[in-house]
């Protein structure tokens, strides 16, 4: 069974520029999560999703940033414009309906770098 | 605000030796998780312990919780190389939603 799939692993952009990354859940999880890691300090919530739905975005820093998940299954992410400051680890994870955060599967981020 | 807070951050040992990570976090808890990651690659849960006394056991590795205390240990013992990763903690709340805090991660290297 694929695991949690995050596209690109890297990505380099200047400030300003429009960055998206995608995360593909494992099949069949409803929840989808993402986080992301800065400057090496601890790892912070993001969002989450139930199926297609927003259930709660209120770690999202401002509105530079946009996620979506047409259709329930793949979500992205995009930062526009990108400033300094959004340079980091951007982790996204999954979990059945019911298991909420008791069970969750992490993809392998993508490392985000604003020049 | 939930705080999380681990310590040490980084932390170099002598294969064969023992040593304990903590974890204190600021108020109440349902959760408490262990999570280990190795460069480049996604986090990979350890443990996941629910209750005031829960000690849980996977090789060299064991994770106790005191909920009274707010403190998490995750002791390493006799410890190998290949245990050379970050370890996070991390807790959740049913009043904060589906979400989990993390702390930031304690950098291991294990050196032969």
């Known amino acids: 069974e694929a695991g949690v799939t995050q596209f690109p692993s890297h990505s380099v952009i200047e400030k300003g520029q429009t960055v998206t990354l995608r995360c593909d859940p494992i099949?069949?999880?409803?929840?989808l999560y993402w986080y992301r890691r800065v400057m090496g300090k601890e790892i912070k919530f993001l969002l989450h999703?139930?199926?297609?739905?927003?259930?709660?975005e209120s770690g999202m820093p401002n509105n530079r940033f946009l996620a979506e998940r047409t259709g329930g299954t793949y979500s992205t992410l995009k930062v526009q414009p990108a400033e300094l400051e959004d340079s980091g680890v951007y982790f996204c994870?999954?979990?059945?309906?019911?298991?909420?955060?008791?069970?969750?599967?992490f993809g392998s981020g993508t490392q985000l770098s604003v020049l | 605000e939930l705080k999380v807070e681990q310590n040490p951050l980084f932390l170099s040992m002598q294969e064969g030796k023992n040593y304990t990570i903590y974890c204190n976090y600021s108020?109440?808890?349902?959760?408490l998780y262990w999570y280990r990651q190795d460069p480049g690659k996604s986090l990979e849960s350890l443990f996941v312990?629910?209750?005031?006394?829960a000690v849980k056991q996977e090789g060299r590795l064991m994770a106790s919780l005191d909920t009274k205390a707010r403190l998490s240990t995750l002791h390493i013992t006799a410890a190998v190389h290949d245990l050379s990763a970050t370890y996070f903690c991390?807790?959740?709340?049913?009043?904060?939603?589906?979400?989990?805090?993390f702390g930031e991660g304690t950098q291991l290297t294990v050196n032969p």
């Open positions: 994870a999954s979990s059945q309906m019911g298991q909420g955060v008791e069970k969750l599967f």
């Open positions: 099949s069949g999880h409803d929840n």
């Open positions: 999703f139930v199926k297609e739905s927003k259930q709660d």
């Open positions: 108020t109440t808890s349902d959760r």
């Open positions: 312990l629910l209750s005031n006394g």
């Open positions: 991390a807790v959740d709340r049913e009043t904060s939603g589906s979400r989990l805090t």
